[in-house]
Each structure stands twice: as C-alpha cells, then as structure tokens.
C-alpha cells in the first residue's frame, strides 16, 4: 500500500489521539480476548504498530474501527499460538527406555455440542425476558463499557446505569443463587 509523508503523520497524529482517549475502552477489548494483563498490553501495542504501518486515512476507514478489529485480530493470533506452545511442551517423543510407551490423550471437560445448545436456547429465553434498559445495560458492560461510559452514552443517570446493570443480573441468576 502505497501512502505518502503526509499519510503516514496524520496515521502517527490519528494514533497518538485514539491512544489518549480510547486506550482504557481498547485495553477492556484486549483483556476480553486475552488471559492476562502482559498479553492485553502487548496485543494492543502490536496493534497501533500495525496502525502506524498500514492505515490510511485517505481511505475513508473509521480509525478506531480498524484499530478494534485489528486489536482482535491480534489477540485471537496471539491466543492460537499460546494454545499450540501449550501442546508442543506437552509432546513427548517415543520412550525407546520403557516398553509399551503410548501417548494417551486427555478427553475434554467442555460440555458437547447438545449441551451448549440447550444452555445458549436457556440463555436467550432468560434474556428474552429482561426489560430492554437491563439487556442494553447488560450489553453494554459485556462490551467493556464503564457504569459511566453507558451513562454518557445512553443518556442515563448512574444510579438508573447501576439499577438496569444490577436488576438485570439479578433476573439472570439461576433461581436460588446468591450473589
């Protein structure tokens, strides 16, 4: 891709911008698709070095967009090849020492393809009977969003944030569960 001087200082003016004002909403993003705090920083300044190499802002692509969905990218690439240096330490190669040497696998915990259907079905049926302030609320914390980032967004006072984010868990716990 081809971008000149004056490409490439709006890219670094755009970036230095959407560090200072999204990082935390970024930085949320990153720890969602990422197991710890080290890997969430280095996702996300692998992203803004990816920004600062490759956006154009000639294109017309909303920068924060790209920069999200690139700071995805990287987390899910970084998480696969977490997953497969996990196996390779686990490999061991044949034992010529002990007779009889085979690898066994491990079967899996993780409920089956049956069971997360009638767990997602159960879910949707639980969600389906929230008020729409509590599944807005409710979305909107899942997305990252701060008590106060959903009240600027939607207009909202924190305490009416706090109810609809609160009664909308509560209406979600299995009956019988405690906070």
Not at 54 to 63: E, K, L, N, V, Y
Not at 111 to 132: F, M, N, Y
Not at 144 to 151: P, V
């Amino acid at each position: 891709m081809f971008r000149g001087k004056g490409g490439q200082a709006e890219a670094r003016e755009l970036a230095v911008g959407l560090y200072q004002e999204h990082r935390g909403y970024l930085l949320r993003i990153a720890l969602s698709n990422t197991k710890s705090m080290a890997v969430a920083e280095e996702a996300l300044q692998e992203a803004f070095i990816s920004f600062l190499r490759h956006f154009d802002p000639g294109r017309g692509a909303p920068p924060i967009a790209w920069l999200t969905l690139t700071l995805r990218r990287e987390c899910q690439r970084r998480q696969g090849r977490e997953k497969w240096d996990r196996r390779a330490g686990q490999e061991r190669e044949r034992d010529e020492d002990v007779p009889g040497f085979v690898l066994e696998s491990i079967p899996s915990r993780a409920t089956g393809p049956e069971e997360r259907i009638v767990e997602r079905d159960h879910a949707q049926h639980r969600l389906a009977h929230l008020k729409p302030d509590e599944r807005t609320g409710l979305g909107l914390q899942a997305a990252g969003f701060s008590y106060k980032e959903i009240a600027a967004r939607r207009g909202w006072t924190y305490t009416k944030t706090n109810r609809c984010v609160s009664e909308g868990r509560a209406a979600l716990r299995p009956v019988g569960a405690t906070a």
